[in-house]
């Protein structure tokens, strides 16, 4: 482009810019800005939040299971991993002379469909068979009839062997390429009596070094991790985190009796809020509760040097924990249903990219926790934990997910206008370019306050702007649960009813009025509400 071409493009710029914020200044109202430019790229944008608890773990080998495993590859929401339970006490043989061996088929059938996507595989080693634990009447009850033991085992050279059967069954099953890729970890919440019988952290560091001697005997290339301790406890207590700290770093090993266990990963869990709600001393699911669970626990591990550099696995989080828990015991989880759900999602995951822009740390993986499937024929939008209903209907999140899995792979960065909610980040591909903006209110589980005003101004770096589709996640635009409402709530949709909400369940576009392009530069004036989601695709000409 000659210098001229350049200068005319840059006048008509600056005077379509000037018509549309005259235009919206006519309401008088604040408006926010928003600028980038694409040609300047800040670094590589990985999926890191594209990952998955599945709860229960045998629901994945159910014809739902197989449902929901296709809608989370479709919706883009476990591209990376699915973090199950490898299931012991099910697998468990006892001959009539008193031998044990193991039957891991059920496992492979699990691990096999999840490699199907493209995911890999969590696996937690949680649940002692009936006929190695120590207290027998220490059962935990489980969906399908089933139930598991959570106390100590009685020897726990036979768990070593149990860790040793299962790591080397998986090696010879699915290759050494293959499971070094994978994380295992030791139990489930270890402080919570509901997990762990006594919750004696001591004795979890002997089941955790009996664990790892199993597994690095049989592979010594698995990647093994540990702690995964509950949400709201440790945030009241951050400190205990560093029993589990010490052990593996300069405690006695119960194995060898050498200083410290091997770890290759820190896995934790943290929520947005406790109950179904807020967080300690919260009345909402808050994105700022939850980052400041984060700082308290990076805090605990500047102590640590040799566990610095180990990726830190946030392996369960949710907008609010107790994921079974319905809108009956506490309504404010009907933000599970809601627009606020994957607005919550979305600031949270451009706050962790912008803690990563600042030099500070950030989570390498984010599992979000699916839970409430363990009734799935009792109703539909009760407001558990779920990315779609008895009649399969989708949650808004699960559009969350599908905004996301749109960005490209390269980050040109993020913004944070002041002394308001909203958040922004721009990626780009060799489509095109990509912005998402959210407007995250916490306080607005119904939505009173107005819309924000945005002014969207990028330099897109493309040589010709072929498309914009500006997408849309609010209380109008998909969203099932609006539809839902607005249909009487009916405990069984009719033919109408249900095409109706299946039609608005689906990831919508919006018209994209009051914008304009001058070569390649890019604006947009729009009205985002609170909890609303706007991500503006600029595809290039191919």
Not at 59 to 68: E, F, H, I, N, Q
Request: glycine letters at 8%.
């Amino acid at each position: 482009m000659t210098p001229i071409r350049k200068t005319l493009h840059a006048y008509i710029w600056i005077l379509a810019l000037s018509l549309h914020i005259l235009c919206f200044s006519e309401e008088n109202t604040k408006t926010t800005y928003i600028q980038f430019d694409a040609n300047e790229v800040s670094g590589e944008l990985k999926p890191f939040w594209s990952s998955q608890k599945w709860h229960p773990t045998e629901y994945l080998l159910t014809p739902w299971g197989d449902d929901l495993l296709e809608l989370m590859h479709e919706a883009g929401a476990a591209m990376r991993y699915i973090r199950i339970y490898n299931q012991p006490e099910n697998a468990i043989r006892v001959s009539d002379s008193g031998e044990i061996s193991y039957d891991w088929s059920d496992f492979d059938a699990m691990a096999h469909k999840i490699l199907s996507t493209g995911a890999k595989p969590i696996v937690v080693f949680f649940g002692m068979p009936q006929q190695l634990a120590s207290i027998p009447e220490a059962i935990k009850r489980r969906n399908y009839g089933r139930q598991m033991n959570i106390s100590p085992p009685a020897d726990f050279w036979q768990w070593e062997q149990l860790c040793y059967d299962f790591t080397r069954h998986i090696v010879k099953t699915f290759g050494e390429e293959e499971v070094k890729q994978w994380y295992i970890r030791c139990w489930n919440e270890p402080d919570l009596r509901g997990f762990w019988y006594q919750e004696d952290i001591e004795a979890y560091n002997e089941l955790y070094d009996y664990f790892a001697h199993g597994v690095k005997r049989a592979f010594p290339l698995a990647r093994i991790g540990g702690g995964g301790y509950s949400s709201t406890k440790t945030y009241l207590n951050p400190d205990q985190l560093r029993l589990f700290f010490d052990h593996v770093t300069s405690g006695k090993n119960h194995v060898t009796g050498e200083i410290g266990s091997p770890i290759d990963y820190l896995s934790l869990h943290i929520y947005g809020g406790s109950g179904g709600a807020g967080g300690p001393g919260r009345e909402y699911p808050s994105v700022d509760y939850l980052i400041s669970a984060q700082e308290k626990y990076y805090a605990v591990l500047e102590d640590y040097p040799k566990l610095q550099q180990l990726p830190f696995y946030l392996d369960e989080w949710g907008t609010t924990a107790s994921g079974t828990r319905t809108m009956e015991s506490e309504p404010k989880a009907v933000v599970r249903n809601t627009e606020y759900s994957p607005a919550f999602m979305t600031e949270l995951v451009i706050r962790q990219l912008d803690r990563e822009l600042k030099g500070l740390p950030r989570f390498d993986s984010m599992s979000f926790c699916i839970s409430g499937y363990e009734n799935p024929n009792r109703g539909d939008f009760l407001g558990t934990r779920v990315f779609h209903t008895r009649s399969g209907y989708h949650l808004p999140i699960l559009n969350g997910y599908r905004m996301l899995a749109k960005l490209g792979d390269q980050l040109v960065g993020v913004s944070k206008p002041e002394n308001n909610a909203v958040w922004a980040l721009a990626a780009r591909s060799e489509k095109g370019v990509q912005i998402l903006i959210v407007n995250f209110q916490e306080d607005q589980i119904e939505v009173t306050k107005p819309p924000e005003k945005i002014e969207l101004m990028i330099e897109t770096g493309l040589e010709e702007i072929a498309e914009v589709t500006h997408w849309r996640i609010d209380h109008k635009y998909s969203n099932a649960y609006t539809k839902y409402l607005e249909l009487g709530a009916p405990e069984f949709p009719n033919p109408l009813e249900d095409a109706a909400i299946r039609e608005a369940m689906t990831l919508k576009s919006i018209p994209t009025e009051n914008s304009a392009i001058s070569g390649s530069r890019f604006s947009i004036q729009f009205k985002l509400p609170p909890n609303g989601i706007s991500l503006i695709e600029i595809q290039a000409k191919q």
